[in-house]
């Protein structure tokens, strides 16, 4: 269940990586939305951070971009924020219109 739900954000991940391969907030809300229906599945917040931290997610983002996702999915799965309200505040902050 886990490995599957990742294996989407990679997938997900890899279509909407740039040249770069900067996150995107595209990309942080993924993460976010599949930390949410795993916790929606029974998984605990450290079964779901332990997640960000193997595989593809690691080889693919820089340290402080793996750590910004980890901290998107941290805040939604502890619903201190949510879905619509994390995609709305990385669009402001990396100057983009926000979704309504």
């Known amino acids: 269940m886990v ?3 990742f ?3 990679s997938v997900l991940c890899s279509v909407t990586a740039s040249a770069q391969s900067a996150l995107t907030c595209e ?6 939305q599949a930390g949410l229906e795993m916790r929606d599945r029974g998984a605990s917040l450290n079964q779901v951070m332990a997640e960000t931290e193997k595989g ?3 080889e ?3 340290p402080d971009e793996l ?3 980890r901290r998107a999915v941290r805040l939604t799965f502890t619903s201190e924020i ?3 309200e994390l995609a709305e505040t990385c669009a402001a902050s990396k100057g ?3 979704r309504r």
């Open 27 to 32: 990309q942080i809300v993924a993460g976010a």
């Open 96 to 98: 983009g219109a926000t």
């Open 3 to 5: 490995r599957v739900l």
């Open 7 to 9: 294996g989407l954000l």
């Open 67 to 69: 750590a910004m996702m």
């Open 56 to 58: 593809d997610l690691r």
């Open 60 to 62: 693919r983002f820089k």
């Open 82 to 84: 949510s879905i619509h």
